[in-house]
Each structure stands twice: as C-alpha cells, then as structure tokens.
C-alpha cells in the first residue's frame, strides 16, 4: 500500500498557520499580560482609595471630639455646627467606602467600622445637650473614660484592624503582581522558543522536503539527458516533487520505448528493402524450376516420377504463396478468404518439414482426423496460405527448439464459434516474452530475422484470432492459437 504522500501546497499551509499561531500567542500573551497590569493596578488604586477614605475618618473623628472639647471648655458657641458638619463628611466616606468595598471581609470590616463610629456620634451628641446640668468631675469622666477610653478605643481598634485587613489585601495583591510578571517573562520566552523550533524546523523542512529533491531531480534529468534512460528519479517526495519525478521516470521509460521503437524501424526498413530484393531472387529460380518440372511431366514417366514432379510444383506453388505473404508482411494484411479444412492447412505447413522432423528423429503427434471427418467439424472460412505459414514458422521454432528425439504434439479442439489449435514441445523453452506489439522479436537462430514471431501475430490478429505463449512446467513453450470459424471481412 502506498504510503500517502503530503502535498507541498499542504506544507506551507501549515507553516503559515503556524506562523500565524505563533502572532495570535504572543499577541494573546501580551494582551493577558496587560490586562493583569491594569487589574493589578486597579486593584491597587482601590485598596489605596479605602486606607484613604478610612484615613479620612479618623481624621474627621478628631476633629469631633476637638470641638466637642471646644463647646465644653471654650464654649464656642460654632462647635456644635462644626461637629455636626464633620458627621456628614465622616458618613459621605462611609458611603464611598460601602461602594467600593470588595469581598466578604472588607465589607465586614467597614460595617463594624461605621457601627463603631455611629455608637461615638450617639454617645457625643447628647453631651451637647447635658453642658449646662454636667459638674465638672462628671464630665471629665465621661470625656476621658467613656468616650477617648471607651468608644473612641474602640473605633481605633476597629481601625486598626481593617488597616490590617486592607495591608495583608495589599501584600496579597504585590505577591500576585509579582508572580504575575514573573509568569508573564516566562511566558514571554515561550513564543520566543517556539519561533527558533520553527526556524529549525523549517530550515529541516525547507532542505529534506524541497532542496534535497530538487538535487535528486536535476541528477536524473543529467543522468537521463546523458543517455542513461534506466535512471529513476526518486518518488519518494512530496506530493508535487513526486508527481515532476514521476513525470520524468514516464518520459524515461518512453523515450526508452521510442529507442526501441525507432531500432526497430530501422531494422524493419532494412527488412522492407532487403525483403522484396530476397523474394525477387527467390521467385526467379522457382519459376525455372517449377517450369522444368512441368516440361519434365510427360505421360510416358512412371508414376512416381510424375509423382515427385507434381511435389515439386505443388511445393514451389507453396513456397511462391509463402513469398508473397512475406511480403505482404511489410504492407497491411488483407485476407483473402476461402473455405477449406484446418487438416488441409496443417498437412499443407508440415509437408516442407518432413525432412527436418526425420533428421532429428522428432516424434511428431498431429490430431485424429478420423474424429473430424465423420461431421465435418473441421471446416474453416479463412486465409489458408496466411495461415499455413503460421503454422510453418511456429512447427520450424519448435523443432529448432527441440534436441534430437524430442516430441511436437499438435492438438486441435473445436466449438461452435472456433478452433483451438495448440503445438506443444518439449525443447528448451524460449528466453524472451513475445510482444504482439513487436515489429520484430529477438530470435535465438544464428541466422534468424525476428520476423516470424511477429509475422504470426501479425496474422492472427488479421484472421480475427489470438496467439498466446506460455512456458510448460516441465520444459517447453505451449503455443495457442484460437480462430474463428468465420472471418468476419470489413
């Protein structure tokens, strides 16, 4: 299975993202840093608002009793609207510090705080009025016991408990400030790290995924422009890489075919003006003797002296039908065809083997024609010179193929549709695939052309059939050919 490969488009996606990430973290980072400084800030700006409104309240609480002593020792006749003047600005600092009180203990505080200071105004306003029916060691009591000892004690320890309060708030409040900043350095160094990760990371990425490839490309296209087409370039890249290094392995492997093709060409048209001139010097002598075979054939002769003549024109017929077949190898085929029997057309291909079968002591099995005779099941409309020289060509490999003593078996099997026909030997098997694709084929005869594998294929695509190697488990080559009854011509 294929391993997925990543697309570079995919990859800077992804680098931009994290680039992007990398902007939104600091910007983030900055943005809570911010606003810790500004909450710190205002939580700071509140605590020092009450230690002053709160300061603020002892002072006016002095400055009650002040003219509470004024109005008793003085008799400043102004003491009491001063006092009551001071009450309305202690109460205006209770206000304000009710509203920004914050928490359960802070609120608390301020209440017994403003409880203590309403007991002092209670207590310190009836005095205004009890200053004419008061004797002097009286009052003094009640100014230096009841109210500085007692009430005025009081508030004071109230006070000092809420400053307490409000001081731990605020060392709570520097504690987390300074954790704060010391979490906001570190994290301050954290996009830092992250953008030398990515800075490596891509420096590796930049080098693995793209330089590295490009290199593998350019040697191959050298390679490749060199000469050497079996070079591949590397597909193991991403996914645009791989498809340029794919693209150039495809180009390799055509201009190998097209190597291949144009050898071939020339090779054919070697073939193509060597061909006829071969086929003219061939006709030539066959003429002759076919015509000194046919002034020898008198009447007079014995039987099997006209015998041997008639073989030698019918053989001549033959071999000047196969040279024009040949021939008509190098131009398109166009079959000519007729009805006739497949026995007459494998006796016809055999005949000029006889003398090659006996030479190497060849066992030869051809099928029972008795078997097709009684129906007529033998019968075919095809090109039967075309077909003759087939079966010659592939009958002449299988022998060649075969050591002395060796076994050719013919089969032919038939349908309702078409004739399977099979030659099956026992040689040393053939070192090459036919390609039916081929102009030519490598051949393995000192003095063979490469044609006659193609030429058979050639054919049986013409006859509207198939041609099929294969290799015997036992040693040999299993040739197939299929045809149909009845060529359909166009």
Not at 102 to 128: P, R
Not at 479 to 487: F, H, Q, R, S
Request: net charge negative; charged share 25%.
């Amino acid at each position: 299975m294929d391993k997925k490969k990543t697309s570079l488009k995919n990859l800077l996606l992804i680098h931009e993202l994290a680039f992007i990430l990398l902007i939104f973290l600091v910007a983030t980072i900055g943005a809570i840093g911010i606003h810790l400084q500004e909450k710190s800030s205002q939580e700071s700006n509140r605590i020092s608002l009450i230690v002053q409104e709160v300061q603020q309240t002892r002072g006016d609480l002095y400055r009650q009793m002040k003219e509470l002593f004024d109005a008793y020792f003085l008799k400043d006749i102004e003491a009491r609207s001063e006092y009551n003047a001071f009450t309305l600005s202690v109460e205006s600092h209770f206000v304000q510090l009710h509203k920004i009180a914050e928490g359960e203990a802070e609120k608390t505080a301020i209440n017994d705080l403003h409880a203590g200071y309403k007991a002092f105004v209670m207590e310190t306003s009836a005095l205004f009025d009890l200053q004419q029916n008061i004797t002097g060691d009286e009052l003094k009591k009640i100014l230096n016991t009841d109210i500085e000892a007692g009430l005025f004690n009081r508030y004071e320890s109230l006070l000092a408990h809420t400053e307490q309060l409000l001081n731990e708030k605020q060392a709570e409040l520097d504690l987390k400030l300074k954790e704060s900043k010391r979490k906001s350095n570190f994290l301050l160094f954290t996009p830092l790290i992250l953008a030398a990760l990515l800075l490596i990371f891509s420096r590796i990425f930049l080098k693995r995924s793209i330089v590295k490839p490009i290199k593998d490309v350019l040697k191959a296209t050298s390679e490749i422009s060199a000469g050497n087409l079996n070079h591949k370039a590397p597909e193991e890249n991403i996914e645009e890489l791989a498809s340029l290094s794919k693209a150039i392995n495809e180009m390799a492997e055509k201009l190998i075919t097209s190597q291949e093709n144009l050898v071939r060409t020339e090779k054919q048209a070697a073939q193509g003006l060597l061909v006829p001139m071969l086929a003219h010097n061939i006709r030539n002598p066959l003429a002759s003797i076919r015509a000194t075979a046919q002034v020898l054939d008198e009447p007079e002769l014995d039987t099997d002296t006209r015998e041997s003549l008639h073989g030698i024109i019918n053989t001549v017929d033959r071999l000047e039908r196969w040279t024009g077949a040949l021939l008509a190898y190098l131009h398109p085929l166009k079959p000519q065809p007729s009805t006739t029997r497949m026995r007459d057309i494998i006796e016809g291909a055999l005949e000029p083997l006889q003398q090659k079968i006996s030479g190497k002591s060849i066992q030869l099995t051809v099928p029972d024609w008795s078997s097709f005779n009684k129906a007529d099941t033998d019968t075919i409309f095809t090109d039967q010179h075309l077909l003759e020289q087939v079966i010659y060509n592939l009958v002449l490999n299988a022998i060649d193929a075969c050591n002395k003593t060796g076994q050719i078996e013919i089969q032919l099997k038939t349908s309702s549709e078409e004739f399977t026909l099979q030659i099956v030997d026992n040689g040393s098997g053939m070192p090459f695939t036919p390609d039916p694709s081929a102009m030519s084929a490598p051949t393995t005869k000192r003095f063979g052309t490469g044609l006659g594998i193609p030429f058979a294929f050639k054919v049986c695509d013409a006859l509207g059939g198939s041609l099929q190697y294969n290799i015997r488990p036992g040693g040999g080559t299993a040739i197939t050919i299929k045809l149909p009854k009845i060529i359909e011509l166009n």
